[in-house]
């Protein structure tokens, strides 16, 4: 797998999903989608998203992050991973612990945190349509992006 290639990064609220594309560790593409309350219809909106995505964008690989629970992001997340699985795209699921602890030097205590380091990268995310989702997006896409170009580099 080439660190070259793209990546949609999901992040999932209840209410909200994210989906951003990168290739390499360029950003090149941001989306979020106000999510209804009936779990049918956001799956529905959800794979049309996808599906639309990644036609325009060919991405190879998604990462979503990880919920240990039974709450609806965890079950829309879910509905991600199987999309993906149907259309041969690797997943890599990330836990949030792991993005807070392994993202910088020095981990982080909480989400916050996280989120103001992605905005001093990208101030552009700071944009309302966008929400604080946003920012979780990128910071899984960063994280695995990042990982790929490290292993990239060191096995070669």
């Known amino acids: ?22 290739h390499g560790l360029d ?6 989608l106000a999510l209804h309350s009936s779990q049918e219809t956001s799956e529905r909106s ?14 190879t690989t998604a990462a979503v992050e990880h919920h240990n629970d039974s709450s609806r992001a965890s079950l829309l997340g879910d509905h991600i991973r199987r999309l993906s699985r149907e259309s041969a795209v ?17 981990p982080f205590q909480n989400r916050q945190q996280l ?3 992605v905005l001093n990268i990208w101030p552009v995310l700071s944009d309302r349509h966008l929400g604080r989702i946003a920012c979780d997006a990128v910071a899984i896409g960063l994280f695995v992006q990042t990982q790929r170009v490290l292993h990239s580099a060191l096995s070669q």
């Open 27 to 32: 950003l090149i593409h941001n989306r979020r």
């Open 115 to 117: 989120r103001d380091a």
């Open 1 to 22: 797998m080439s660190p070259n290639e793209c990546l949609a990064a999901f992040a999932i609220s209840r209410r909200s999903i994210v989906l951003s594309i990168w």
């Open 90 to 106: 690797s997943v890599y699921e990330i836990p949030r612990k792991t993005l807070q602890q392994e993202f910088w030097m020095t």
């Open 46 to 59: 959800i794979s049309e998203l996808f599906n639309r995505s990644l036609q325009e964008f060919q991405f």
